[in-house]
């Protein structure tokens, strides 16, 4: 069985990769916004064209951005969302909501210290995790039911 895993979030560590590598020899298929910052931020100008202000160039991209994400989410079994150390991530609070809105399975990625501030969002999820081997570890064990060693 095929599980379809898609990675929201943070995009300026190497998370999805450390994830994507726990999870070799298992049958997973990742997604994953883009993660280019730039690509991300300007595609609605780049696309639609020039906006004079910050606010409608931003809202520009938020929603072509949109087409990728809702699709990757709908799609997904479960959805992975990590909130970062260094930035806030208000995008990933949108996906962490969307997704628990459509029954999906959520797995939220986060430290410690933003337990208070995401109490809302890990409470819509199956499981908090606070480093990307135990996600990993969680997706081996609903696929082959083994614990780690």
Known sequence: MTYRVYLSGEIHTDWRDEIIAACEGL??????PVTD???SDDCG?????AEDTKYWHDHKGAMVNAVRTRKEIAEADV???RFGEKYRQWNAA???GYAAALGKSLIILQMPEHDHALKEVNAA???VA???VQVAQILRYALTGTLPS
């Open 79 to 81: 959805v992975v969302v």
């Open 27 to 32: 049958d997973v298929a990742f997604s994953a």
């Open 125 to 127: 999820a199956l499981a």
């Open 37 to 39: 910052h730039a690509a």
């Open 45 to 49: 100008v780049a696309i639609l064209g």
């Open 94 to 96: 949108f996906d962490a």
């Open 130 to 132: 606070r480093e990307p």
